[in-house]
C-alpha cells in the first residue's frame, strides 16, 4: 500500500513537471533522493537499457534542434530585395530596351557589386546556432546497468547518473548528488568569471540562475574537484537549449540608416516615375510628339534622375567607417552597423572584463591593528603596502591613496597583515609566473629553441605575471609579493603536512604547517584556514592583535564585513590554529581559530572606461551596466565609473515581478542590472526599444548571444568572447575595452555626416540634369546633354568626387551632440531646400553652356561637350562647399581641402580632359574636341557659382541661429 502511495506521488510529480516540458520541475529545489525517486533511477546503478529507451523516446536525443538553412540561391536573390537596387534594375532594363548597352553594362555591375557584398555578409544567425552546437560536449561518463561506460553526448537521456572530473565539459544540465571540491566555470550563462562551487544541497526555488549551486550546465567546464550528477535536462530544454531557442525566435530589426534609405528610395522612385510619366504625358498630348520617341525622351529623364553612383557610395562609406573603426580595435562584422553606432542612445555593458579589468587584486586587508591597501593594478609587479582610510569611506574612494615618504618607514601594524599575507600564501593551489617565462616557454615548446626575453626591470617597466589556478587566490599570491613575502621560498620551506580541500558544505580550505611558517620561534604545527569569513568568524574563539591573541570581538568583525561587501568587494577570512601535535582528522580541528584579518577583493574599472563613459555621457549616450554579479559590487562599480541611477539597482529578481509593461515605464530610469539571465537581458533590450532608443548591447558568453542579436547593435569581446557571441554581434572589440565602443561612436556618427554629404552633393546633379532634359522637352530644343553622357556624369566624375567626401575627418563638435533622432529623414527640410536650389543652379549652368555655344556657331556635339563640362567643373566647385556642410568657408585651409579631395578633384580633371579630347571617347559619347581657352572659362564661371553657395550657405546659418535664439 505504501509502495504503491510512493509511486501515485511520483507519478503526479512527473506529470507536474512534464507540463513545463521538464522530467523534474526546479530540481534544485528538491532534494537529492527526490529527484531520483521521481526520475526512477538509483545513483549506484544508474538506468537501465529498457528506461534508456522509454527516455529517449520520450525526450529525444540530447541535441539542439536545427533549422533549414537557406540556400546559397536564396541568399544571393535576397540581396536585391533593397529598393535602390531595384531601381538600377529598372534602369538597366530600360536602358537596355533602348540598346545603350554601354549604360546597361555600367549600372549591372554597381548592381552586382553591392549584391557580392551583402551575399557575404549573410547567414550570421545560423552561424550563431551552428556555433551553439559545437558547444556541446561530444561524449560522456555515466553509469548504467551498475557500470562505467562512455557514451556519445547526443545519447545521454534524464535519469543517467553522470560522472563528472576537472576538465570534462558538462554535456547535459544535471542535478549534483555528490560533490568533492567540484567547481565549474560558468562565465558563458552568466557572464562571470569566478569559477562556482557546486553542493548536493537543495536551494529555494527562487533562486536565479547564477546562485543554482546545486546545478551543472550543459556546455560549462568543469574546472576542479569530481563529481556526481543526475541528468534532469537534456538538448532544447537545457539552458544553453533555451538560449539556442531565443535565439533563432529573435527577429532582426533593420537598422536606422537601411530604413531611412529605404524610405527615401520609396519617395525617390515615386518622383522619378511623377516625373517621367508628366514628361511623356505632355510630349504627346501636348507638343504631339510621336509615341516611341517620347517614350525614350521618358526614359532618358528617368535615367538622369536616378543616383546611379549612390549604393556604391553607400558601401563605400561604411567600408571606409569599418577600416578606420578596426585601426581603433573595433572589427565590424556587418557593414550597416557602422552608421547604427553613430545614432546609438544606450549602451548596455557587461561589468567584468569590459567596464573592468577583469583582474581580481586584494585591495583592502583589515585587521584588529589597522586597515592596509595594496598598491598596483592587474597582474605586475609594481605596487605595495600602504596604509589606508576607514572601510566605511565611499565606494567612490576606492583607489588607494599615493604613497608618501612616511608610507616607506617600517609600521609596526604592517606585521600583522604580513603574517595574514603569509597564511594567504600557504593555505593557497594558485601559481603567479612572469609572463616573459611563459612567453619563453612557448616558444621552445613550439621549435625547439631558447627565446630571448627582454628584461623589464630594464626597460624601466614593472614586470607582468600570469596567473594559474582560481582567480581569488592568485590575487592572494600577487598581494603577498607586493608586501614583500617571498612566496615560492615560503612555500619550499614549509611544505603542507595535510590539506582539507575548499568544498561548499564546509566553505572553507585548510593546511597543516610547522608553526614557524607563521614567523613563530616555536615548535609545533599550525592550521591555515582561508574561508567564508562568515564561517571563520563562527569558528574563532580568538582574534590577532598586536600584543597577540585575545577574545573575539565578532561585532566588529561583522562591522567591518558588511562595509567591504557593501563597498563592493568579494571578501576572504583567515584565521590560524596552533597544535602540539597533528590531528586525526584536518577538519575537525578547525575550530577555537584564532582571526587574523580579512581580504577585500575588486575587480577595479578600467582607467580608460572612466573617462569613455563620461564622454558618451557628453555624447548624449546613456550607459547601462548589466551583469551576473552582486547587486553591491555593481553598484559599487558603477558609481566608480560615473554611471549614473546607481541607487534604483533592479536583479534578476526584480525584473521577474514586472510585465512588460511595467518594465517598458522603468527601463529608461535604472541603469544598473544585477543577477541577470539570459531573459533577463533579451526583455531589457526589446523595453528599452519599445522607447525608440537605438541600443548597443555587449556581451561575451552564449548567455548574451540573444541579446546581442536582439540589440540594434550587438558589441562580441574579442579575447574572451565566445564564438557564439561573435556570430550573433554586429561588432567585435579586439581589445575588449570600452573605450573602444565610444570611439566607434565617433566614427559612426562621422559616417553618417559623411552619407549625408554624399547625398547632398550627389543629388543635385541627378536634379540638374533632369531640369534641363524636362525644359528641353517642353520648349521643343534639343537635349542638351545625352542619356549616355547623363551615365558619364553620374557614374564617373560624380561618384569619384563623391567618394572624396567618404573620407573626410570628424567635424569638431561630433561628440558634444546629442544622437540624431532615428525618425528623422535623411533628406530634412535643409537638405532638400539645397537640393532644389543647386539643381536650378546646375541647370542654369548646362543651358548657360548650351545656348552660348550654339551662338558661336558650334556643333550639337561640340555644344553637348560644353554643356557636359560645365556640370562637372561646377561639381568640383559644389563639392569644395559641401565639405563645410554646417558652416560657411572661412580660410584657405577650408577651401584648399584634404588630400583626398584634391586627388579626386585631379582625377576627374584627367578623365574629363580624355572625355573631351580623346578620339575614341568622343566616339563612345558624341562628342567633339573644343578649344582649351573655351574649358578654362568656365573655371571662371564655377568661382562665381561657389560664391553664390556660400553666400546662400551663410544667410541660411544665421536664419538658424535666430531660430535657435527664439527657441
Known sequence: MTTQKSGNQRDGTVAAAEQNGLPVADPWAASVDDVLETLDVGRREGLDDGRVARARERWGLNALAQEEQRGWFRRLLAQFSNLLIRILLVAAALTAFLQEWIETGVILAVVLVNAVIGFVQEGKAEEALRAIRDMLSPTARVLRNGKRTTIDAAELVPGDILLLDAGDKVPADVRIIESHGLHTQEAMLTGESVPVSKTAEPLPADTPLADRSAMAFSGTLVTSGQGRGVVVATGSRTELGRISGMLSEVIEIKTPLLRAMDKFARWLSIAIVILASVIFALGVLVRGTPVAEMFMTAVAIAV???????????????????????????????????????????????????????????????????????????????????????????????????????????????????????????????????????ANEAGRAEDGREHDSADPAASGQAEEWTIEGDPLEAALLVAARRAGVDDHALRAEHARHGVVPFSSELKFMATLHDARALGADEEGLVVVVKGAPDTLIERSSHQREAEGAVDIDPPWWTGRLEEMTG??????????????????????????????????????????????????????????????????????????????????????????????????????????????????????????????????????????????????????????GTETAKEASEMVLADDNFASITRAIREGRTVYDNLRKAITFLLPVNGGESISILLAVLLGLALPITPVQVLWVNMVSSVALAMALAFEPAESNVMRRPPRRTDRPILD???????????????????????????????????????????????????????????????????????????????????????????????????????????????????????????????????????????
Open 567 to 720: 563597498s563592493g568587494q568579494r571578501v576572504l577570512g583567515v584565521a590560524i590554529r596552533r597544535l602540539d601535535h597533528a590531528p586525526d582528522d584536518l577538519a575537525e580541528a578547525v575550530t577555537d581559530l584564532e582571526m587574523l584579518g580579512l581580504f577585500g577583493f575588486l575587480d577595479p574599472p578600467r582607467e580608460e572606461a572612466i573617462s569613455a563613459v563620461a564622454e558618451a555621457k557628453a555624447a548624449g549616450v546613456t550607459v547601462k551596466m548589466i551583469t551576473g554579479d552582486h547587486a553591491g559590487t555593481a553598484r559599487a562599480i558603477a558609481e566608480q565609473l560615473g554611471i549614473e541611477g546607481t541607487d534604483s539597482a533592479l536583479t534578476g529578481r526584480d525584473i521577474d515581478t514586472l510585465d512588460d509593461e511595467d518594465l517598458a515605464r522603468s527601463v529608461l530610469d535604472v541603469d544598473v542590472y544585477a543577477r541577470t539571465t539570459p531573459e533577463h537581458k533579451l526583455r531589457l533590450v526589446r523595453a528599452m526599444q519599445s522607447h525608440r532608443a537605438v541600443v548597443a548591447m555587449t556581451g561575451d558568453g552564449v548567455n548574451d548571444a540573444p541579446a546581442l542579436k536582439q540589440a540594434d547593435v550587438g558589441i562580441a569581446m574579442g579575447i574572451k
Open 304 to 438: 538622369a534622375a536616378i543616383p546611379e553612383g549612390l549604393p556604391a557610395i553607400l558601401t563605400v562609406t561604411l567600408a571606409i567607417g569599418v577600416q578606420r573603426m578596426a585601426r581603433r580595435h573595433a572589427i565590424i562584422r556587418r557593414l550597416p552597423a557602422v552608421e547604427t553606432l553613430g545614432a546609438l542612445t544606450i549602451i548596455c555593458s557587461d561589468k567584468t572584463g569590459t567596464l573592468t579589468r577583469n583582474e581580481l587584486v586584494v585591495r583592502r586587508i583589515a585587521t584588529t591593528c589597522g586597515n592596509r591597501a595594496i598598491t598596483g593594478t592587474g597582474y605586475s609587479a609594481e605596487g605595495r603596502l600602504v596604509p589606508t582610510r576607514d572601510l566605511g569611506a565611499s565606494a567612490g574612494d576606492d583607489a588607494p591613496p599615493e604613497a608618501t615618504d612616511e608610507d616607506h618607514a617600517e609600521d609596526p601594524a604592517d606585521e600583522p597583515v604580513r603574517v595574514a599575507l603569509r597564511a594567504m600564501v600557504l593555505c593557497n593551489d594558485a601559481e603567479v609566473r612572469p609572463a616573459t617565462q611563459d
Open 829 to 967: 527640410g535643409f537638405l532638400i531646400w539645397r537640393i532644389l536650389f543647386v539643381s536650378t543652379l546646375f541647370a542654369v549652368g548646362i543651358f548657360a553652356a548650351w545656348f552660348w555655344s550654339q551662338a558661336q556657331g558650334f556643333s550639337e556635339e561640340a555644344s553637348r561637350t560644353m554643356a557636359v563640362n560645365t556640370l562637372v567643373i561646377l561639381e568640383i566647385f559644389y563639392l569644395l562647399s559641401v565639405r563645410t556642410l554646417g558652416s560657411p568657408i572661412r580660410s584657405w585651409r577650408d577651401l584648399w581641402a584634404t588630400p583626398l579631395v584634391r586627388a579626386a578633384i585631379v582625377l576627374v580633371l584627367v578623365l574629363q580632359a580624355l572625355f573631351t579630347w580623346a578620339p575614341f571617347m568622343n566616339t563612345v559619347f558624341a562628342t567633339e574636341a573644343v578649344a582649351f581657352s573655351q574649358i578654362i572659362r568656365i573655371f571662371g564661371a564655377g568661382a562665381i557659382f561657389l560664391v553664390l553657395l556660400e553666400v546662400e550657405k551663410a544667410i541660411r546659418l544665421r536664419i538658424v541661429e535666430r531660430q535657435q535664439a527664439l527657441a
